[in-house]
């Protein structure tokens, strides 16, 4: 059992899941990683320790609507980086050359 973790990757990864249908960029895993990985670099971890920690910033983050604010505004952001740009194929593409 993890003694703490950073709560802010699952409320990332959940919203991300929730915007997908509505992306318009790859959302392969790598491209998702990516974006997902921009994400989290623009906003702050929210460390918890307890189930009850994870339930009073889950409920946070519903009754306030600026953490999901932030969280949608940091993964579209991703998305504009990561479009145009995906590293998608590139393992392919070296295997290839050997």
């Known amino acids: ?11 990332v990864e959940s919203c991300f899941d929730d915007l997908k249908p509505m992306m318009d960029c790859c ?27 994870e339930i009073y910033t889950k409920m946070n983050a519903f ?7 932030d969280i949608i505004t940091a993964i579209m952001s991703g998305v504009n980086v990561v479009r ?10 070296k295997e290839q050359e050997q």
């Open 84 to 93: 145009g740009h995906e590293r998608h194929g590139q393992n392919e593409k």
């Open 63 to 69: 009754l306030t609507n600026q953490p999901t604010t």
């Open 1 to 11: 059992m993890r003694k703490y973790y950073n709560l802010m990757e699952a409320l």
């Open 27 to 53: 959302t392969c895993d790598q491209c998702r990683n990516d974006i997902i990985a921009y994400a989290l670099n623009q906003l702050r971890p929210k460390y918890v320790s307890s189930d009850k920690g």
